[in-house]
């Protein structure tokens, strides 16, 4: 079996591949025969063939296609992109790790003196069956909060009417949905966000306070969440390294553990989540990002890098199984 060449081998990188094909294939597993089949299939065939660019700088996954007798075009790699499929998932969180990190340089650049905060914003642990329902009073929450504040004028200059939220200072903004699981019944919806503040946030003086504590945070999400209970708010500078920050923002909506662990769970999590836009842009981020609408490119990630490696040679790995004496194991392994 020594002339079997595997992915993990190969990419140090990319051996999480492997883990993350694992994961799909268990949690695939537990929607045969539930009113989620299609997405048992769909997940099954996630992903079972990969494409890689070998550059300079290691192997880089690029998409190539398979040309039938007609002459259409077939792309090899494809992503379900169904909810729960922990690859995509995977995937889906690199991609927005990669333009954070091209951007924010940027951003910092461009608006010197301005601060970055990490923001998260919680509630109350809703039933699993309510989530939907919970998740869109948060989006229109966030949504009414995180709008910029007008002063309507008339031609005479008389103030007609005010718009927006008169507390939002954030410049720009990047926001993600977390959900992690809390019992057999119940789950955690959150928001973590990134906010890039103006550099008299943290002043004061001259009739202006710009700071705010965690508890008027708080009240303010209670306020537009329409809460009568003090929800639980974390907010803090980013310091040091922002490249640290990232990761926490654009991370996966579920942990895998958290799907795998209840088949009842998993289940009511997809058809709660369906359809919900896991993470967004707004302000000055939007010139900043690439933004496709939620319908991220889960294979390449930099599209100069793309044009370069053109006339990199490819290696291509499949799915499959590895028949061993001891032990029988599915891995991505090269094929000719």
């Not at 296609?65 to 729960?84: E, L, N, Q, V």
């Not at 965690?214 to 490249?243: C, F, H, N």
């Not at 209840?262 to 709660?272: C, G, N, R, T």
Request: with cysteine.
């Amino acid at each position: 079996m020594d002339d079997i060449l595997l992915l993990r081998d190969v990419s140090e990188k990319d051996k999480k591949f492997d883990t993350l094909k694992l994961k799909t294939v268990k949690i695939s597993k537990l929607l045969e025969g539930t009113i989620h089949n299609k997405y048992f299939s769909r997940q099954q065939k996630c992903a079972n063939y990969l494409t890689f660019a070998v550059t300079p700088e290691g192997m880089k996954l690029r998409q190539t296609y398979w040309t039938t007798k007609s002459g259409k075009k077939i792309a090899k790699i494809r992503f379900c992109r169904s909810p729960g499929c922990v690859l995509c998932e995977g995937r889906r969180a690199m991609c927005w790790q990669c333009r954070a990190f091209e951007a924010a340089p940027r951003i910092l650049a461009n608006y010197p003196g301005c601060v970055l905060l990490f923001l998260t914003l919680t509630l109350k642990n809703p039933l699993i069956d309510n989530l939907a329902s919970c998740l869109a009073a948060m989006q229109e929450a966030w949504r009414q909060m995180s709008r910029e504040y007008r002063v309507i004028k008339g031609k005479t200059g008389k103030i007609l009417r005010t718009e927006g939220n008169a507390q939002w200072q954030a410049l720009g903004w990047l926001k993600s949905l977390e959900v992690t699981k809390s019992g057999d019944s119940h789950c955690h919806p959150h928001y973590h966000v990134m906010l890039l503040m103006p550099p008299k946030y943290f002043c004061s003086g001259g009739g202006y306070s710009g700071y705010m504590k965690t508890e008027e945070w708080g009240s303010m999400w209670a306020k537009y969440m329409k809460l009568d209970y003090q929800p639980i708010v974390d907010i803090r500078q980013i310091k040091g390294d922002w490249k640290q920050a990232i990761p926490e923002v654009c991370k996966y909506t579920a942990k895998p553990s958290d799907l795998i662990e209840s088949q009842d769970w998993l289940v009511k999590y997809i058809s709660q989540i369906k359809r919900v836009r896991r993470t967004e842009l707004g302000g000055c981020f939007k010139k900043y990002f690439r933004d496709d609408d939620g319908q991220e490119n889960l294979i390449n990630f930099d599209e100069e890098q793309i044009l370069e490696d053109a006339e990199a040679p490819i290696v291509e790995f499949a799915w499959m199984r590895q028949h061993l004496l001891e032990n029988d194991s599915w891995n991505y392994q090269a094929v000719a």
